[in-house]
């Protein structure tokens, strides 16, 4: 079974949230499950850096004005082929995939992401240059929301299509003028086609041309077919109600693996949970907080947002500050969050520590070192943070949302009874439900035996890619059927 797997970020090699997560995990995965996976790719600086292997594929005319070169690499330590989109003017630039340095949207993007969704159509079929041609193609997100409609365009393929929602809140839209320059046609610029509120919707092509559509979790793909998590494409997703289906993603687990982490500065596992105490001493030094294993750490890692209910945590924090809580914040956004973070910090600097932007090693050693992980999402399509928690020993606080509901077991007298609990579900999202909940969890923290009991429930949990995996191949047969 060959598929190509498209996604405008793969960690490695560029990264800005969960996405790249999943496109750098997810293929490996697959290629241990006997499928013949390439990943596309964008050529961004960072990743004609990082991969190995470059060799020239050839040339492809994308639009009358835009051609690319393709290079075949691999990903570092692991097998992995990936194919990179080269063009200079398009991705070789200072920012990130999708910013300016000063943090505004690239005004090309249209381009940028539609030249990526055009070669993905392009390479599903024979090229004099490429004789592998995929049985499927596996679109992710908004920026390869175009591939199923170029291939219904060229109409020559015998590949499916697959688009799996990481966000649908994220669903490129763009004004009407890029039509012409992308090459689509105006007869589809309507409510059966890309149109959305007068504007090409890339994630709605994706939808509405795909063949099959995937979430990364099995409530998440009943909630936007909801109008309070749809973002207005509910009607749509209602439709096409059969064709969707809801695979809760796993974590690398070697990657994220407390056993064997270079980022820490002790190691543990399940049967010896002692490192990790050392570990916590050493984050609260590095964050030059009152290293006291007494003191609850609380951890938060995330985009700093109104999505991630991080305004109702500001809320909390002064009660929870009185009760002696620690809190270590990793994370960058809206930049009113992050002012309210900082102000905490140093108003209160042996019990908060906030590090603005992205820190891989950082947010490492925060799973390991924090007591609790917090992650109060208005909603969540998966999530990985609490999968990391479950990993690290760290039973994480969670909203009753998306991935969190799938994959987090609220502790209760019968939870710990049966050995199923594993951390901690909110109810609502709101102030008075999250204190509630944190206060629970921290008077079961102070009971060291039923705390170690959680500890272990979450870090025998597969949280791996296997699973998942398998969920896919089966879903990429009833495609090919």
């Known amino acids: 079974m060959r598929v190509l797997f498209v996604s405008s970020e793969v960690f490695p090699l560029i990264k800005t949230g969960g996405l790249a997560d999943v496109s750098g995990a997810l293929p490996a995965a697959l290629k241990t499950s006997d499928v013949d996976v ?41 097998k992995v082929e990936v194919i990179i989109i080269k063009h200079a003017g398009l991705y070789e630039r200072d920012g990130g995939p999708y910013t300016h340095p000063h943090g505004h949207d690239w005004s090309d993007n249209p381009m940028r992401f539609g030249v990526l969704s055009k070669v993905a159509s392009l390479l599903s079929i024979y090229q004099s240059f490429w ?25 020559i393929t015998d590949a499916k299509t697959l688009l799996s929602i990481h966000n649908i809140a994220f669903q490129g839209n763009f004004e009407q003028h890029w039509i012409q320059s992308l090459g689509l046609s105006p007869i589809d610029f309507q409510i059966d086609g890309f149109e959305f509120y007068q504007q090409v919707s890339f994630l709605k092509a994706g939808i509405f041309y795909a063949d099959q559509i995937s979430t990364v979790s099995p409530t998440y793909a009943l909630e936007i077919q909801t109008e309070a998590f749809g973002f207005g494409l509910e009607g749509l997703l209602q439709i096409r109600s059969k064709d969707i289906t809801g695979i809760l993603n796993g974590i690398d687990t070697d990657e994220w693996n407390p056993e064997a982490d270079p980022y820490l500065p002790s190691t543990y596992s399940e049967k010896k949970l002692a490192g990790k105490s050392q570990v916590k001493t050493a984050l609260q030094e590095a964050l030059h907080l009152t290293a006291d294993s007494k003191k609850p750490l609380l951890g938060i890692v995330s985009r700093l947002t109104h999505q991630k209910g991080l305004d109702i945590l500001i809320e909390s924090m002064p009660e929870l500050i009185e009760l002696g809580c620690q809190f270590a914040v990793l994370g960058g956004g809206e930049k009113s969050f992050e002012a309210q973070f900082l102000a905490y910090a140093e108003q209160y600097p042996n019990q908060v520590a906030v590090t603005i932007g992205y820190n891989e090693p950082l947010s490492h050693l925060i799973m390991a070192g924090a007591d609790i992980f917090i992650m109060p999402s208005r909603f969540e399509p998966c999530g990985l943070n609490q999968l990391y928690g479950l990993r690290y020993g760290t039973p994480p606080v969670v909203s009753n949302t998306g991935g969190l509901a799938d994959s987090i077991c609220h502790t209760n007298d019968e939870t710990i009874k049966n050995n199923t609990a594993t951390g901690f579900v909110i109810e609502n999202v709101n102030k008075m439900s999250l204190l509630v909940t944190i206060k629970q969890a921290l008077s079961i923290w ?36």
Request: proline residues 4%; glycine residues 6%; positive net charge.
């Open 131 to 155: 004789s592998w041609v995929p049985d499927i193609v596996h679109c992710n997100d908004w920026q390869t929301g175009l591939t199923p409609y170029y291939m219904r365009q060229q109409g």
């Open 38 to 78: 390439k990943c596309l790719i964008p050529g961004y600086t960072s990743v004609l850096e990082k991969v190995e292997n470059k060799t020239h594929l050839g040339t492809l005319e994308v639009f009358n004005n835009i051609s690319c070169e393709l290079i075949s690499a691999t990903i570092p330590n692991t």
């Open 446 to 481: 102070n009971d060291q035996k039923t705390w170690k009991k959680i500890q272990k429930n979450g870090m025998k949990k597969d949280v791996g890619w296997k699973h998942s995996a398998n969920a896919y191949v089966e879903l990429y047969k009833k495609l090919l059927n």
